[in-house]
């Protein structure tokens, strides 16, 4: 028998914060991939596929409660599981 999880469609819009409204756990569950412009990328916080936006964290700047800030790179987005 086959006992492996089916993997959940990705959504349009994801978020690794776990405050976020964007965020789904079920999804975590599995290897997420995202791609911007054809090149993976490993650092991206959020991502929207529709409006071709991700969100990757500056290097050392820090928002008031000690997280970092997102900078916004916009391009061709896709989704996948690895």
């Known amino acids: 028998m086959n006992d492996t999880k089916s993997q959940p469609a990705l ?3 994801l978020s690794c ?3 976020s409204p964007y965020h789904v756990e079920e999804i ?4 997420v ?3 911007l412009n054809g090149k993976e990328r490993n650092d991206v916080e959020e991502y929207c596929i529709s409006e071709g936006w991700v969100k990757v ?3 050392k700047a ?3 409660r000690g997280q970092p ?3 916004k790179l916009k391009g061709t987005v896709e989704a996948f599981y690895k």
């Not at 975590?28 to 290897?31: D, G, P, W």
């Open 11 to 13: 959504p349009d819009r």
């Open 17 to 19: 914060n776990e405050n």
């Open 28 to 31: 975590f569950e599995h290897n």
């Open 33 to 35: 991939g995202v791609r």
């Open 57 to 59: 964290a500056a290097p």
């Open 62 to 64: 820090l928002d008031r």
């Open 69 to 71: 800030l997102l900078m």
